[in-house]
């Protein structure tokens, strides 16, 4: 110690100065570099800050643009659903007057058409009825209303002048006799060959007696199958022989079916009196005599 002190002492004082300065530089001279690469640095961020801000700035200006035409649109759209709800709103309105005026008018209808029918109801009262014709009266003897002049009796009988197959027929004893197949009743198996009193209805129509309702037998011709329904007696006959009438007449009518109408098949048959005449059928004639003597 005492040694290094001891040179030191020797040595020169300006060797101690020179080394102090030059330390004294070096220090400076970091000092000063360490200036600039701060104020380097600093420039470096304010150059980037700069350009940030301005890239910052048009990135802004770009967002509020997009968010100012965005509102634009909202409130477009906003104007456009408030115009429509008012354009609903009044087309909802008409359609309530439109209704109200249609109910009106209805009712009105309705009124007035009570008040027609109240109307002719009253008028309709105070027309006198007009009392319906009587009846035509016709019948089979020589008189007026005899056959000979039934198309003069009435607009509806005018087939009986004017037509060519209309019944009454006169037979005359000249015409030739036809060929003609037996006509006859059959009875399915599984019915009677009776027909039920039961089951007739009897009806008067002034001019003859009906029994109805009968639905047997049945009765062949020309291939189809005729079911008879009813008969009727006509006094005097309704036909003639060689201008002569009996006593009473019998039409035995069948029915069958033939593509969807009807089709008839009357079967005539002439009675007169004898002293063979069954009591009940002789009480027929005679009652038959006397009502077409009243009438």
Not at 268 to 279: E, H, I, L, R, Y
Request: charged share 25%; hydrophobic share 40%; glycine share 8%.
């Amino acid at each position: 110690r005492d040694m290094a002190a001891g040179e030191a002492a020797s040595r020169p004082p300006y060797l101690a100065t020179d080394r102090v300065s030059h330390q004294h530089s070096m220090a400076q001279t970091r000092s000063q570099h360490g200036r600039a690469a701060a104020l380097l640095l600093a420039s470096s961020l304010l150059i980037l800050g700069v350009v940030f801000l301005a890239g910052n700035s048009g990135g802004a200006a770009m967002l509020e643009e997009e968010a100012a035409q965005e509102s634009n649109s909202r409130q477009e759209a906003a104007l456009k659903l408030e115009k429509w709800s008012k354009q609903v709103d009044k087309m909802e309105e008409q359609v309530k007057t439109f209704q109200a005026d249609a109910n009106a008018k209805a009712v009105d209808e309705l009124v007035h058409l009570e008040r027609v029918k109240d109307l002719l109801v009253e008028l309709k009262s105070q027309v006198p009825e007009t009392p319906a014709p009587a009846p035509v009266k016709w019948g089979y003897g020589d008189g007026p209303n005899g056959p000979a002049h039934w198309g003069e009796l009435d607009s509806d009988f005018k087939t009986c002048a004017d037509g060519k197959q209309q019944s009454p027929i006169n037979f005359e004893l000249d015409i030739k006799e036809a060929a003609l197949p037996s006509l006859g009743w059959t009875f399915p198996d599984e019915e009677s060959p009776t027909v039920s009193a039961s089951n007739g209805r009897e009806v008067y129509d002034g001019y003859s007696l009906e029994v109805t309702h009968l639905g047997a037998p049945r009765l062949l011709l020309d291939s189809v199958t005729y079911t008879l329904t009813e008969f009727h007696l006509h006094t005097p006959s309704e036909h003639q022989v060689a201008g002569r009438h009996y006593d009473m007449e019998v039409h035995f009518v069948h029915e069958a079916q033939m593509e969807g109408r009807s089709q008839r098949a009357v079967v005539a048959a002439f009675f007169q009196q004898g002293s063979s005449t069954p009591a009940e059928l002789r009480a027929v004639l005679e009652g038959a005599r006397a009502a077409g003597r009243e009438a």
